[in-house]
């Protein structure tokens, strides 16, 4: 339930130092907090941006947590690649 099944954190009010930005970042889920043109409405279970309803309950967000955006549906990504010397750092920390 809540934040521990979710992929990733939106939320309406706060700021990166919010608790669920702090929460979201250390469990290595995306978070975009303080979405204030955001407006969810609970009875119809929807997502709202000004009057448009852009999303409703079941639809795929995706959450861009170093941009901030919020994009309606899948978006593709790109696995992260460990380079350089922290790459070399973190493949001595695998072979522990």
Do not use: N
Not at 12 to 24: D, F, I, L, P, Q
Not at 40 to 45: G, I, K, L, P, R
Request: some cysteine; overall charge negative.
């Amino acid at each position: 339930h809540g934040i521990h099944a979710a992929k990733g954190i939106l939320t309406t009010r706060g700021g990166m130092t919010s608790h669920a930005a702090v929460v979201a970042r250390g469990m290595g889920r995306p978070c975009v907090s303080g979405a204030g043109s955001v407006r969810v409405d609970y009875a119809t279970q929807s997502l709202y941006i000004g009057e448009w309803m852009v999303a409703k309950s079941g639809d795929m967000l995706t959450i861009d947590g170093s941009s901030g955006e919020v994009m309606l549906g899948q978006v593709a990504t790109v696995p992260p690649r460990l380079s350089g010397d922290f790459g070399t750092v973190m493949s001595w920390a695998d072979d522990l």
